[in-house]
């Protein structure tokens, strides 16, 4: 092998060691997104805007999934760091993060995957 190849097979292993790194910081956005229910939720929640958000009561409602089973749902999401919750007394309302660093990285991570498969053809 030449000096060429060399630097093209190092490049491509820090790329590969780069991608699995971004995978790692990406788990618990795609565990989120990954379950229909939470699908379901997501689009109910982008469906009602923004602000001030949209409470339990209404996304079970939009969704047709139990109370119990939309807050345990939502703690997902929360923990995953994809949605806010704005409370104003007793009442929580969850909205849709619009600025939300982890779901940039998603969007980074599919961006250098589509790169790494062009290169395959």
Do not use: W
């Amino acid at each position: 092998m030449n000096g060429g190849d060399n630097n093209i097979l190092k490049n491509r292993e820090e790329r590969l060691v780069d991608l699995a790194k971004n995978f790692r910081e990406c788990q618990d956005v795609l565990f989120a997104i990954g379950d229909k229910n939470r699908q379901s939720i997501i689009i109910a929640l982008i469906d009602a805007g923004c602000h001030p958000g949209v409470r339990v009561g209404e996304i079970t409602q939009k969704t047709h999934l139990s109370r119990p089973a939309v807050s345990h749902h939502l703690k997902i999401l929360k923990d995953a760091k994809i949605l806010n919750v704005t409370s104003e007394g007793t009442k929580n309302y969850y909205s849709l993060d619009p600025d939300q660093y982890d779901l940039m990285k998603l969007q980074t991570l599919v961006c250098k995957v589509e790169e790494i498969l062009k290169e395959c053809k």
